[in-house]
């Protein structure tokens, strides 16, 4: 058996030094999920271009290092991808691209990718009601 | 993170665990190859080591104004607590199956006291105040015909309140049922006589007081029936079953009389700069708040909640800079449930979980606070600023 560090370098990095933190205050879409009940809160602004692709977005989390990593790379994960790609990155692409998460940790990925999925719907719901 | 090199290493976890002092592992260097004796044996070897162990006997129970006799050696608080709640349970089956815990003790007695549940057993659990204070009259109102044991928290491992435990061993004593405390925190810290407190049964551990690991204590006055938890060769007149950890013992025993001899001094001067750490804190950094009594609690804890962040993330950052300390109870940060301490103290979820305890030790200095006050309030702006205002 090797051991581990409880959370990875990738974790570490993003943790200590998000690139994606903010607002986009005209967002085309907001994803808010989780509970302060539970410890994490995730926020996702999207910005979308007439291709439906991300052109940018940005996190707000108020959660323990690894809700923090996992929104940081979820960020990246998607930046110019279409919706419709975007939709299909899973939580365990997540923990992957993050070299492993601690097994009580990996519902964080699963609220990224949560995040993600309530922003999209968020930004058809909006975009229905303007039509 | 294990990896980054740190500039300094600063300790501020002493409640989880302590280093052993260099005089305690001094003391006990022969016991490892050279007086290794069973304490059982007849011939020299197991005469020496019989003796070690009978006078560290004297040293621990010393601490507590005990008898020696009073003393058994177990191998941690947690199988001390577990033996008196299960062997008071066991041996008093005939005058109740009632026991009266607090709803702050530590996990192992909180999962004894299930467990005796699901053998039939009754348990009611105290509720406390802000502070964390057990109300004594609660006490005397919960405790039943069929009550055996009132088992309460001496001081909080997590908040670090202390307990009026003579006011409650006084009120058992008169209902005449048995007083357990568990002393794991405050033993060597605080004074402690188990005669002046009426205390029937009272669980210490080693390695808070800077022994080493795997070993611990339990006092059982004189007349108390408790069954064994582990049956064989008869060692700890009975009640605990076990070739004896001599080397162990003489290292509680040599921190016991090291915390006989410093405690004064030393209660004095963490209380100096814990009071110090806590005014920095509550002054330098917005939203935040002290969990626990502001002066009924231990000379060396320090527990505080912030608002809009998150403990665990304030763990990891500090430790980065060089910086130990804890979200609360160590054993409980494998779960994901905030702490049931900080929770019957009439802490929220968020609240609770935005909580960080700090806890002094021997060999803490003015320096290490004063580097903690100045790198915390960034810390928790910085991470203040990434959960934006949620």
């Known amino acids: 058996m090797t051991l581990k560090p409880y959370y990875s370098k990738e974790v570490i990095k993003r943790f200590t030094h998000p690139k994606n933190f903010g607002q986009i205050n005209d967002a085309d879409g907001i994803g808010k999920v989780g509970n302060p009940r539970c410890g994490d809160v995730m926020k996702l602004y999207i910005k979308v271009d007439d291709k439906e692709r991300i052109k940018d977005i940005k996190f707000h989390t108020l959660g323990c290092a690894a809700a923090i990593a996992a929104s940081d790379i979820a960020c990246d994960l998607v930046k110019g991808k279409t919706l419709k790609e975007a939709l299909k990155i899973d939580y365990k692409k997540i923990i992957k691209e993050l070299g492993d998460l601690p097994a009580i940790k990996i519902h964080c990925s699963v609220l990224a990718r949560e995040g993600l999925k309530t922003a999209i719907k968020n930004y058809y719901e909006k975009r229905k009601k303007k039509k | 993170m294990r990896n980054i090199k740190r500039k300094r290493k600063i300790y501020l976890d002493y409640a989880a665990t302590t280093p052993v002092d260099p005089r305690v592992w001094r003391a006990m260097f022969p016991y490892f190859s050279e007086k290794f004796g069973n304490s059982m044996s007849l011939h020299g070897f197991g005469q020496e080591a019989k003796i070690a162990l009978e006078k560290s006997r004297e040293e621990v129970a010393d601490l507590i104004s005990a008898k020696p006799n009073e003393i058994i050696f177990t191998s941690s608080a947690t199988e001390s607590n577990n033996l008196v709640l299960k062997g008071v349970a066991y041996a008093n089956q005939k005058r109740g199956n009632h026991f009266v815990i607090s709803k702050i003790e530590h996990s192992c007695i909180m999962e004894s006291a299930k467990w005796l549940e699901k053998q039939g057993f009754k348990v009611t659990k105290l509720n406390v105040d802000k502070y964390g204070l057990v109300n004594p009259k609660n006490v005397r109102k919960a405790i039943k015909k069929n009550t055996i044991l009132v088992s309460v928290i001496h001081a909080s491992n997590e908040i670090g309140t202390i307990q009026p435990i003579r006011e409650i061993g006084k009120i058992c004593r008169e209902k005449g049922v048995y007083f357990h405390t568990d002393a794991t925190q405050s033993f060597g810290k605080i004074p402690l006589d188990v005669k002046k407190m009426n205390i029937d049964l009272l669980s210490a551990s080693s390695h808070k007081i800077y022994g080493p690991k795997g070993i611990a204590c339990l006092y059982i006055r004189e007349g108390t029936k ?18 004896v950890n001599v080397s162990g013992i003489v290292g509680f025993a040599k921190a016991c009389q090291i915390a006989k001899k410093e405690m004064k001094k030393e209660s004095r001067c963490l209380t100096w700069l814990r ?13 935040s708040h002290l969990n626990g009594h502001p002066e009924k609690r231990l000379p060396n804890n320090a527990n505080f909640w912030f608002e809009f962040v998150e403990g665990e993330s304030m763990v990891i950052q500090l430790d980065l800079l060089g910086i130990a300390t804890s979200t609360g109870s160590a054993c409980s940060s494998a779960k994901l449930e ?8 009439g802490l929220r979820h968020e609240q609770a979980h935005g909580s960080l305890r700090l806890s002094l030790g021997r060999w803490t200095t003015e320096a290490e606070i004063n580097y903690l006050l100045k ?3 960034g810390v928790i702006n910085n991470l203040r600023n990434i959960a934006g205002h949620i």
């Not at chain 2, 408790?226 to 070739?243: A, D, K, V, W």
């Open chain 2, 226 to 243: 408790i069954e064994p938890l582990l049956h064989g060769g008869g060692q700890e007149m009975g009640f605990r079953s076990s070739t």
């Open chain 2, 275 to 287: 009071n110090k750490l806590v005014k920095g804190v509550l002054k330098e950094i917005p939203g």
């Open chain 2, 375 to 377: 790198v915390l309030p």
């Open chain 2, 338 to 345: 905030p702490s049931h301490v900080l929770l019957a103290i």
